[in-house]
């Protein structure tokens, strides 16, 4: 077992931190402040790469392993700590990997190559007004009507809305089939009949979060993902890609915001000597850095299981993959927040100040606690699945 990063991976993550350090940390207020992700920001995460990275290369992307894109995602929530980028990142990630592996060619051809280069959007739509993860109440439909499926129904707190309308794009959207199981459909959010509406979060401000809603949209065959009545599949194997990369922006806000505590308690005096020497914060520091620590390398195991067996087709390890990526999207989120949290202490009333940058962090990190990519309790409800067993499920 080999912890190190290749030589290549080293000199990918340094390239990224450097955009983050000059790009991202240089735009993160702009982007919170104006309730966008500039061209500034987009072209050149475009130029480097980072748009839908593991999409193959015929398609626009760089094809990259799940590793390399873990890797990527900690430096981007590193570098723009409000975490809007970091969402943006992740969905052309998560999401174009799927529609590259399970998309008809037509539709890869035309929607792909216009995602790497940031000239349009991909996201997912399959959270609902009454409820998230309750699939057997799911009320959106698509029925096959000749060579096309008509979609009616309502998505509700999704990523992208306004960026799918002002660059063009659109979601993968999951719908119950009139012949039985899921169908998931790429529905471009300028088809006749869509509707949208932008919701007003607390933070991660730079993306937008809202409801879309279907009006017997007619969605072309072409743009079915995979077999038909087969979509739950490949929507849980995107949110597997999705939450790891969302737990490795966690890891790199992490970092970010210890980082900046340390650099403080080093200069900042109290009774005459520097924070730092008090080991009511030594010891929080500690904790806070072994916590860190241990989930990144957890994040990093859950890409590998990607790249090992999930991006393979081998599903003889899914309870293995299941679990891992479960546990990282569970504790991420959490040590993250608390990491911000306790930093923002140590600055005193500083720390509430929107001068000291903290804030950021603590309002979008927050977006992952609730439900972003899947809940908390969500995670702990899959991990007692893989634990106990499925006779062990609150529901049938």
Known sequence: MDFRLTDEEEAFQSAVRRFGDKVLRTHERTIDAEGRIPPEVLKPMAELGLLAMPVPAEYGGM?????????????VGRGDFSMATA??????????????????????REVLPAVCGGKAFLGIASTEPTGGSDLAGM?????RDGAS??????KAFVSGVEEAKSLGGGHLTLSKSDTGGFNFL???????????????NMGRMGISTGGLTYQDVRVPEKYLVGAEGKGFEYAMEGFSVARTYVSAACVGAAERALETGIAYIKERKAFGQPLGKFEGIQFELADLYTQ???VKWQCRRAAWLLDTYTLKGDRSHRSEVDRAVASVKLTAPQIA???VKRVMMWFGAAGYTKDVGLELGFRGIMSYLVGAEGGLNI????????LLGKEFLPYK
Request: aromatic letters at 12%; zero cysteines; charged letters at 25%.
């Open 292 to 294: 860190v620590e241990a």
């Open 149 to 154: 499926f008509r979609l009616r129904g309502e």
């Open 87 to 108: 969402v943006f990142f992740l969905l052309e990630a998560g999401w174009g990997y799927i529609l590259s592996r399970y998309g008809t060619e037509e539709a890869k």
């Open 139 to 143: 009320r959106t439909t698509s029925r």
């Open 63 to 75: 094809g990259a392993s799940a590793a390399l894109t873990e890797l990527a995602a900690e430096e």
């Open 186 to 200: 790429y529905v471009p959010t300028q088809s006749e009949g869509v509707a949208t509406q932008r919701f007003h």
């Open 379 to 386: 995670m702990r409800i899959i991990l007692g699945r893989e």
């Open 337 to 339: 927040f608390e990491s």
